[in-house]
Nanobody, 116 residues
Framework: QVQLVESGGGLVQPGGSLRLSCLTS????????MGWYRQKPGKQREMVAI??????DYAASVEGRFTISRDNLKKTISLQMSRLRPEDTAVYFC???????????WGQGTQVTVSY
């Protein structure tokens, strides 16, 4: 069983920075995919950043502003967000895809609001 707990969300002004963290428990290996998604009001959940063990993939809208990082030993994954924009406002979800059982795990989400 894998559980994910996000932290670090909050209110920030445009141009500011936030760091999201996701603490995982359970069996997660270096080959499992870890990433961050977000869901804006009235919209579908969308990929923000994915780490498959090699170079990370980013959504075009966050490329150059967000950085994903993982620590396989501590079983954590983080998202450093810089130069935030109002359109980055969303609930951000941590995600793990385990290749062993081909199953997706999600955190409960953390709210990020970019506003004056």
């Amino acid at each position: 069983q894998v559980q994910l707990v996000e932290s670090g969300g909050g209110l920030v002004q445009p141009g500011g920075s936030l760091r999201l963290s996701c603490l995982t428990s359970g069996s997660i290996t270096s080959i499992d995919t870890m990433g961050w998604y977000r869901q804006k009001p009235g919209k579908q959940r969308e990929m923000v950043a994915i780490d498959r063990g090699g170079p990370a993939d980013y959504a075009a809208s966050v490329e150059g502003r967000f950085t994903i990082s993982r620590d396989n030993l501590k079983k954590t994954i983080s998202l450093q967000m810089s130069r935030l924009r109002p359109e980055d406002t969303a609930v951000y979800f941590c995600h793990v895809h385990k290749w062993l059982n081909d199953y997706d795990y999600w955190g409960q989400g953390t709210q990020v609001t970019v506003s004056y």
